[in-house]
């Protein structure tokens, strides 16, 4: 099946595609990644979950599901029991076909299909446009509950408008590496903000009547040889560190659960007995039903395992859907005849999935709750409040004038040099499954321009483009008309000519879609993919010599909309001149703007942890220009930054999303104050964080990845082992400045309170999270961290004001997996606890009695 597929040109619409970012041919794990891509293309409801404490004994598979569930699986054919364990395409050509997977249902006993779409950043659809809201590590950084239940809402709401059941939300997998291509798509890498973010999210989604599926479980914390690497992980980091946020969303009653890819201690996640069984189901109490990743489903056999339903290929064209499943398809059929797999697994398997089709009320007669129509203004709000509660002010220091930089006030408000290709073309979200295609994205120039006022100088320059110039008819022969290429449903080749290159250098070349998916291959060079279902815009850098090269495009469209696709270049010689430009610019203005971006993606892990695209040199030169220099970071995870002692600031915007470019222009003119704050450790090099030197950590050796780090993930290991990172967890700015004093701690029936008296001390209104970590109990011995967070509040604070703070620390920030007995246990004994602003900027300390 696998290699079936590269050789021939897939007319199915790749969900994921990439290459190398310089276009060069890809390395083995590239191609395996890339055929798979090619291939693959509150009203809060009653709780899923039991509360079955830890070690209790598994419910039969008899007791699961009400009687009126049991009853309808119990009058099922075997084919239409099968129907339910294994997603498909879908209805040809409709909107069934563009989301992940459709389930027919049984429409004699009354049970309607089911359909799902990814995902964590929006509702997902092929072809459809949707609310992209700010990239989930923009989420986690509000440290706001309220607000992750308000992104929720807006996924739940827009996944039942777009005819939709069940969305493939929340990724709640640790940030473990800083290199993680999907860092950008899961919250943290503390427990407890992805344990309380991914809770208060899923709440939001499933009381708009959407199932939520939390993902991927486990240990899914790397892209690089995602489909077959082993995590090597003990049992109390397993439960301390990657397990929380699964157990929070159990917890707050997610419908289904993906497991992962990857292998856990030796077994692939979707066969693990260990995982799906005991700890999902006997020490969780899990009631809902467990689907596979794309691909992951091993074994028919897996049924008896805990997996529950098969995500499988589909293969075909768009308008010749033909699912495949693999293992719980006609396999799990012929296995059930045989009698090599009992039929009580796959009927409980149906009674899970029928019964939280019964929860969400779809098998009420009218077939569920009636869909409500999109509201793409309240996605806009959210959005929005989102991009600007997420930001997190990572640097601001005094101009010459002795003001600080941020926000800009006086001539450096109105004289600015904006500088970067996404402050014209916004950086909306990351790219793979999560990418999100939204109604609409301003470019923050736009925004700035309009902030700054039309008295205002507000010059731009590229600096790096990622497009660059249409290719003209002197390079290309015949001319290429960018724009429309294919009808509604077309499916061709549509170029064939030839490419007259200057002189031998780095050309970059920039492919624009919309409507579909297009193939450029020049002759000797890897073939280019452009979809817009992955990212609108492809930029690739090619190494060509001096003559004439073949070109060829070919491609095809969504069924109901034409394919247009545009063909841009950057010549070696243009490249140096925007430079150039972008320095001279900043001279000459009293402010110098920059915005960088990386392109973190589902299927690869970055290479380094620098920007790409030479935009650090960028960086230095307008820094070098310009001491007034701001830079604003649409990056999804950590960077390096080896000019930050040359800018004046740097605003982290993550991938903001659709209304990022409002966000960024309120944000830097102070309309908004910034509040958020790092949930992971920014490392200073790329030789001092917790995988440096240590492959068989990261990305692994034979196969397999060590988490020999242990249960010191992120700012634990940092703090264990003394290394200074760049920006600490915890880490972020605000235009005003706040103090803390009197701090008490007592031990509560349910664990513990911390409170505070927090004092704003500057001239503007501002939010400030407030940080409650514990230090170790001296009563034990299983590894402890140096200090974990253990609870947050956050605080809005008028100028002057002071507010008497309660943060609460749940009695599970107490405990600690015991290993022998493999249940959490009390950790007795006195604790210290640090409260601060940050992780490093701790502002008094004390203690918990024993
Ligand atoms: C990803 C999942 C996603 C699925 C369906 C997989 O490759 O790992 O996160 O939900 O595809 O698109």
Known sequence: MLSRRPAERTSRPPTRLRTDGRGRPGRAPRLLALTVALLCTSGLLTPAHGTTADGAAPRAAAEEGSQRVRALVARMTLDEKLSFVHWTAGAEGGPLARGVGYLPGVPRLGIPPLQAADGPVGVRINGSRATALPTPTALAATFDDGLAAAYGKVIGHEGRALGQDVVLAPMVNNIRVPHGGRNFETFSEDPLVTSRTAAAEIRGIQGQGLMATVKHFAGNNQETDRFTVDAAVDEQTLHETELPGFRSAVEAGAASVMCAYNGVNGTPACSSDQLLQKVLREQWGFRGWVMSDWLATKATTDITKGLDQELGLEMGKPTDPVPDSKHFGAALKAAVTAGTVPEAALDRSVVRIVGQMERFGLLDPAGGPARPARDAQAGRATAREI??????????????AGLPALPLTGTAATSLAVIGDSALHPKVSGLGSAHVVPDAAEAPLDALRERAGANAAVAYEPGIERLGAPLTATELSPAFQNGRQLDPGGDRAFYDGTLTVPADGDYRIGVRVDGGLAILQIEGQAPVYAADSFSETTSVVLRLTRGTHKLAMSGWAWPDRPLSVDLTWVTPERANRNIQRAVAAAAAADTAVVFAQDEGSEGWDRPSLSLPDGQ????????????????????????????????????????????GARATAALLYGDVNPGGKLTQTFPAAEDAHPMAGRPERFPGVAGKQEYSEGIHVGYRWYEREGVAPLFPFGHGLSYTSFSYRDLAVERTATGATVRVTVRNTGRSTGKEVVQAYLGPSDRITAPQAVKKLAGYTKVTLAPGQEKRVAVTVDARQLQYWDTARHSWRDAPGARTVKVGSSSADIRLTGRLAP
């Open 387 to 400: 991009a600007e509660n997420g930001a997190v002010l990572l640097r601001n220091t005094t101009t010459a």
């Open 616 to 659: 650090d040199a960028l960086i230095a030169a307008v820094a070098a220009a310009n001491p007034n220099t701001v830079v604003v970071l649409n990056t999804g995870s950590s960077v390096l930054m080896p000019w930050l002692g040359s800018t004046r600031a740097v605003l982290q915007m993550w991938y903001p999303g659709q209304e």
